[in-house]
């Protein structure tokens, strides 16, 4: 039975991770190479690595951090943040990713989906779509630029686009929940699941195991992301995925 | 002598050939025809479109891989490639695969999510030396819209719609649909292998 996806994300800044982590026992807990072996070890399904860089001068170094972190991943590796033309995908494909993450540039520029699908194929292309409930609820907008610019696009509608320009897979982050721990927004995943053909993967809210059983079921998420809960110490991998498999969702295992 | 990664325009390569130099084989990512009949093994790899896969014939590469595969040398065809080594696809009606396992590769059917992507789990089903010693229901990572039918070589197979070969076996030439360089500990183990076959 083909399982659900637990991906680990890893946010990096000039070629360190930001975010803190205290359970794996490294030699050094900002290296995201190590950092994405361990996540491996421990039972990741994928990598995300999403350059959080706001300056073309510290993302320098992105193409060698992903080129040192591929070097010993033999799982799936993503790599997003600032990826803006075909030739920014191409070196981060020649560096070792195997698919790439776009958002804002997606959202300018729909037919770079299409040229990077063409190139590299759909499977290479994942589309990161920022989700905010707006209108009293009754809707959902995509952002661009790391959630601060609305940009008046429904976010289904968004999605249904994407796929048809050649996405491989939607990265949906919930707005309202992302970094709350509260929950992931089963409504909003379960809304873009049902109404496009590639996987969906949730993101934005994980505070606990539940809420990765109630994404996979009543979101129908084909995957998820795990960033803070791991970073922060609160939550092993090892122990989610038991959880999980435990809860009856289908999960690789043992890893 | 090394192991030649064929490159035909179907994708990247570099984590196939990421994953060799890791096992320590020394293998190569090329284009030419002569490259390709002197090495000791070759490798298709290869995502996309089964219409991609013209581009053997008219680079002089079917002719180089067919003359490995008569002198005895191992073949491994990856993901597209796998769906090379069968006669054809309903993909692209007008590109002829190699032929070496009968039958058409079709899209998955209506009522599941296609593409496959993710981790499925392997059937083992009979003998097979690229699964040798791999835990009989490893766990490995596919991402495809198109898939192999069931064939007698079929040495394993996966669920997902209904049953489909995830990976054939005759002779020396093996087709895995999933992506060994991307599934973990199993997928190091079937390379290994593969780099461990005489030729």
Same mark, same amino acid.
């Given at each position: 039975?083909?399982?659900?996806?637990?991906?680990?994300?890893?946010?990096?800044?000039?070629?360190?991770?930001?975010?803190?982590?205290?359970?794996?026992?490294?030699?050094?807990?900002?290296?995201?190479?190590?950092?994405?072996?361990?996540?491996?070890?421990?039972?990741?399904?994928?990598?995300?690595?999403?350059?959080?860089?706001?300056?073309?001068?510290?993302?320098?170094?992105?193409?060698?951090?992903?080129?040192?972190?591929?070097?010993?991943?033999?799982?799936?590796?993503?790599?997003?943040?600032?990826?803006?033309?075909?030739?920014?995908?191409?070196?981060?494909?020649?560096?070792?990713?195997?698919?790439?993450?776009?958002?804002?540039?997606?959202?300018?520029?729909?037919?770079?989906?299409?040229?990077? !699908? *063409?190139? @590299?194929?759909?499977?290479? &292309?994942?589309? /990161?779509?920022? =989700?905010?409930?707006?209108?009293? $609820? +009754?809707?959902?907008?995509?952002?661009?630029?790391?959630?601060?610019?609305?940009?008046?696009?429904?976010?289904?509608?968004?999605?249904?686009?994407?796929?048809?320009?050649?996405?491989?897979?939607?990265?949906?982050?919930?707005?309202?929940?992302?970094?709350?721990?509260?929950?992931?927004?089963?409504?909003?995943?379960?809304?873009?699941?049902?109404?496009?053909?590639?996987?969906?993967?949730?993101?934005?809210?994980?505070?606990?195991?539940?809420?990765? !059983? *109630?994404? @996979?079921?009543?979101?129908? &998420?084909?995957? /998820?992301?795990? =960033?803070?809960?791991?970073?922060? $110490? +609160?939550?092993?991998?090892?122990?989610?995925?038991?959880?999980?498999?435990?809860?009856?969702?289908?999960?690789?295992?043992?890893? | 002598?090394?192991?030649?990664?064929?490159?035909?325009?179907?994708?990247?390569?570099?984590?196939?050939?990421?994953?060799?130099?890791?096992?320590?084989?020394?293998?190569?990512?090329?284009?030419?025809?002569?490259?390709?009949?002197?090495?000791?093994?070759?490798?298709?790899?290869?995502?996309?479109?089964?219409?991609?896969?013209?581009?053997?014939?008219?680079?002089?590469?079917?002719?180089?891989?067919?003359?490995?595969?008569?002198?005895?040398?191992?073949?491994?065809?990856?993901?597209?490639?796998?769906?090379?080594?069968?006669?054809?696809?309903?993909?692209?009606?007008?590109?002829?695969?190699?032929?070496?396992?009968?039958?058409?590769?079709?899209?998955?059917?209506?009522?599941?999510?296609?593409?496959?992507?993710?981790?499925?789990?392997?059937?083992?089903?009979?003998?097979?030396?690229?699964?040798?010693?791999?835990?009989?229901?490893?766990?490995?990572?596919?991402?495809?819209?198109?898939?192999?039918?069931?064939?007698?070589?079929?040495?394993?197979?996966?669920?997902?719609?209904?049953?489909?070969?995830?990976?054939?076996?005759?002779?020396?030439?093996?087709?895995?649909?999933?992506?060994?360089?991307?599934?973990?500990?199993?997928?190091?183990?079937?390379?290994?292998?593969?780099?461990?076959?005489?030729?």
């Amino acid at each position: 039975m083909l399982t659900k996806r637990i991906i680990a994300c890893l946010d990096v800044d000039a070629g360190r991770v930001v975010k803190g982590v205290q359970f794996l026992n490294l030699r050094d807990a900002g290296d995201p190479a190590e950092l994405a072996a361990a996540h491996s070890a421990a039972g990741a399904d994928e990598i995300v690595l999403l350059d959080i860089a706001a300056t073309a001068e510290k993302r320098k170094t992105l193409l060698a951090t992903v080129r040192q972190t591929a070097r010993q991943l033999f799982i799936p590796f993503t790599v997003g943040g600032g990826i803006r033309s075909l030739e920014d995908a191409s070196a981060v494909f020649d560096a070792g990713a195997d698919k790439v993450s776009l958002n804002s540039a997606a959202l300018s520029d729909p037919a770079l989906i299409t040229r990077i !699908a *063409e190139r @590299f194929g759909s499977q290479a &292309a994942i589309v /990161a779509i920022d =989700a905010k409930r707006v209108n009293g $609820g +009754t809707h959902y907008e995509a952002f661009a630029k790391g959630g601060r610019t609305p940009t008046g696009r429904d976010a289904r509608v968004w999605a249904i686009e994407a796929e048809s320009r050649g996405a491989g897979e939607i990265l949906l982050t919930s707005m309202d929940r992302d970094g709350t721990g509260a929950g992931f927004d089963c409504e909003l995943t379960r809304s873009i699941s049902t109404s496009v053909r590639i996987p969906v993967i949730a993101s934005g809210g994980a505070g606990s195991a539940s809420h990765f !059983a *109630e994404v @996979f079921r009543d979101g129908q &998420a084909d995957a /998820a992301l795990a =960033a803070s809960i791991l970073h922060y $110490g +609160t939550t092993k991998l090892k122990d989610l995925k038991q959880e999980l498999a435990a809860a009856g969702i289908p999960m690789r295992w043992p890893c | 002598m090394t192991i030649a990664i064929v490159d035909y325009g179907a994708g990247n390569l570099t984590s196939v050939k990421k994953a060799f130099d890791w096992l320590g084989h020394p293998s190569v990512i090329t284009s030419d025809p002569e490259v390709v009949r002197a090495a000791e093994k070759v490798v298709v790899p290869g995502v996309g479109h089964f219409a991609a896969t013209a581009s053997l014939d008219h680079r002089g590469l079917r002719q180089a891989i067919e003359s490995a595969v008569q002198r005895g040398r191992p073949l491994l065809g990856i993901c597209l490639g796998m769906q090379w080594l069968f006669a054809s696809s309903s993909e692209a009606t007008d590109v002829a695969g190699l032929g070496i396992f009968a039958g058409e590769c079709v899209h998955f059917p209506a009522g599941v999510k296609s593409p496959h992507v993710g981790w499925n789990q392997l059937q083992r089903r009979g003998n097979s030396r690229i699964l040798a010693h791999l835990p009989p229901e490893s766990f490995v990572y596919f991402t495809h819209s198109y898939r192999v039918p069931l064939v007698e070589q079929t040495v394993a197979t996966c669920e997902y719609g209904g049953a489909f070969s995830a990976v054939v076996e005759r002779e020396n030439v093996f087709g895995v649909q999933f992506h060994p360089e991307k599934s973990g500990h199993a997928g190091l183990h079937l390379l290994e292998n593969f780099c461990a076959l005489p030729c």
